[in-house]
């Protein structure tokens, strides 16, 4: 027996396609640029990343990590969100406590 797909399962499934996208992209433009910033400094000055983190100005490294930890933050309510997606809640009752 053909089953029709409603409205509600199509939406639904586009919601869990965005939301992973939205993780992925998330992750490689927010959160990987940190380690990819060092290596490249360190390739340019032929250097090892620790020794990237020991050579450059202390405010450089405090700067990035001000900005990183939001970028963090943010990451980790995602992840939270779609398991909770996952898991079966309804949009509704996903988006109402994050954490």
Request: aromatic share 12%; charged share 15%.
């Amino acid at each position: 027996m053909w089953r029709t797909r409603t409205i509600l399962e199509v939406t639904v499934r586009w919601y869990l396609a965005n939301g992973l996208a939205m993780i992925i992209s998330f992750t490689l433009c927010r959160i990987l640029i940190f380690p990819y910033m060092y290596m490249a400094y360190g390739a340019q000055y032929n250097m090892r990343v620790l020794d990237v983190i020991r050579t450059i100005p202390l405010h450089c490294n405090v700067g990035s990590l001000i900005v990183f930890l939001p970028q963090v933050h943010w990451l980790r309510l995602m992840i939270l969100g779609a398991i909770k997606m996952l898991r079966g809640k309804t949009i509704s009752e996903a988006e109402e406590k994050i954490d």
